[in-house]
Nanobody, 122 residues
Framework: QVQLVQSGGGLVEAGGSLALSCAAS????????MGWFRQAPGKEREFVAA????????NYADSVKGRFTISRDNAKNSVFLQMNSLKPEDTAVYYC???????????????WGQGTQVTVSA
């Protein structure tokens, strides 16, 4: 049974930082590309960042480029999202996702985490 268990998130003031983690089990983690998505109230789930199975390639939404960093540790079956210079518009539920193919910006991922709330106050 595949599980993606997220941790981190919470409440922070604008300009602050938060880190998200996602621990995978039940799959060969090093064979999966990983992504982070977010969904704000009343909006569709949107792409945030993705990383290839090796960690050698990353991709970011324009809205977070230069502020967020995705990384992974295949030895720990985990993917991370470091979020700096947070803005109120970053407020959303954040989801990690695993994909057996290449990293993509669409929601075409095989497995999803449970979601974690990130709230940025003005």
């Amino acid at each position: 049974q595949v599980q993606l268990v997220q941790s981190g998130g919470g409440l922070v003031e604008a300009g602050g930082s938060l880190a998200l983690s996602c621990a995978a089990s039940g799959l060969t983690f090093s064979r999966y590309s990983m992504g982070w998505f977010r969904q704000a109230p009343g909006k569709e789930r949107e792409f945030v960042a993705a990383i290839s199975w090796s960690g050698g390639a990353t991709n970011y939404a324009d809205s977070v480029k230069g502020r967020f960093t995705i990384s992974r540790d295949n030895a720990k079956n985990s993917v991370f999202l470091q979020m700096n210079s947070l803005k109120p518009e970053d407020t959303a539920v954040y989801y990690c996702a695993a994909r057996s193919g290449g990293a993509v910006r669409t929601r075409d991922y095989d497995y999803w985490g449970q979601g974690t709330q990130v709230t940025v106050s003005a």
